[in-house]
Nanobody, 126 residues
Framework: QVQLVESGGGTVQPGGSLRLSCASSGDTLNAYAVGWFRQAPGKEREVVCGISSTGKTSYPDSVKGRFTISRDDSINTVYLQMNSLKSEDTGIYYC????????????????????WGQGARVTVSS
């Protein structure tokens, strides 16, 4: 099992940057796929990006070119670098982890993940 803790949230102006961290305790993360999700008020939780245990990444079009996910398995941490932030990026950001059945697979649906952090609030506002 892993316990996930997000950090790095805050308030930033449009066009600004933030970096979120997802630190794991318990099992090492190297066998896990890790995803970042966000949830805006009144909306469903949506995938932001994911990284496989092999380092492969995936992004939806809404964040492609602006967000970067990376992992440092030596310290059991996954990062989300967010640049060129927009007001529609506002929400609570969650990291999640799972050991997928298929090596290198990155699930995109929240129900596919077994472990979740408590969330970090990101507000993009002028």
């Amino acid at each position: 099992q892993v316990q996930l803790v997000e950090s790095g949230g805050g308030t930033v102006q449009p066009g600004g940057s933030l970096r979120l961290s997802c630190a794991s305790s318990g099992d090492t993360l190297n066998a896990y796929a890790v995803g970042w999700f966000r949830q805006a008020p009144g909306k469903e939780r949506e995938v932001v990006c994911g990284i496989s245990s092999t380092g492969k990444t995936s992004y939806p079009d809404s964040v492609k070119g602006r967000f970067t996910i990376s992992r440092d398995d030596s310290i059991n941490t996954v990062y989300l670098q967010m640049n060129s932030l927009k007001s529609e990026d506002t929400g609570i950001y969650y990291c999640a982890a799972v050991i997928p059945d298929l090596l290198g697979f990155i699930p995109t649906h929240p129900a596919d993940y077994d472990y979740w952090g408590q969330g970090a609030r990101v507000t993009v506002s002028s």
